[in-house]
C-alpha cells in the first residue's frame, strides 16, 4: 500500500511542475489548429476532386 501512496505522492510533485497554459493561451491555440485543420482539409478535399476529375476524364475515353 505504501507503494501506491508514494506513486501518487509523486504524481501530485510532477503535476506541480507542469507550466499550465492561461486560458487565454489555450483559447489562442485552439483557435489555430481549427483553422490550420480547416486549411488542410479544404486543400486535400481540392487535390481529390481534382484526381477523380483527371481519373474520371481518362477512364471514360
Same mark, same amino acid.
Given at each position: 500500500?505504501?507503494?501506491? #501512496?508514494? %506513486?501518487?505522492?509523486?504524481?501530485?510533485?510532477?503535476?506541480?511542475?507542469? +507550466?499550465?497554459? *492561461?486560458?487565454?493561451?489555450? @483559447?489562442? #491555440? *485552439? =483557435? @489555430?489548429?481549427?483553422? %490550420? +485543420? =480547416?486549411? @488542410?482539409?479544404? %486543400?486535400? %478535399?481540392?487535390?481529390?476532386?481534382?484526381? +477523380? *476529375?483527371?481519373?474520371?476524364? @481518362?477512364? #471514360?475515353?
Amino acid at each position: 500500500m505504501s507503494k501506491i #501512496n508514494d %506513486f501518487f505522492d509523486g504524481v501530485v510533485k510532477e503535476f506541480k511542475k507542469v +507550466s499550465w497554459p *492561461t486560458q487565454k493561451e489555450l @483559447i489562442d #491555440n *485552439t =483557435i @489555430i489548429v481549427v483553422v %490550420f +485543420s =480547416i486549411i @488542410i482539409s479544404v %486543400f486535400i %478535399f481540392g487535390v481529390d476532386q481534382m484526381y +477523380s *476529375t483527371i481519373l474520371e476524364v @481518362i477512364y #471514360n475515353q
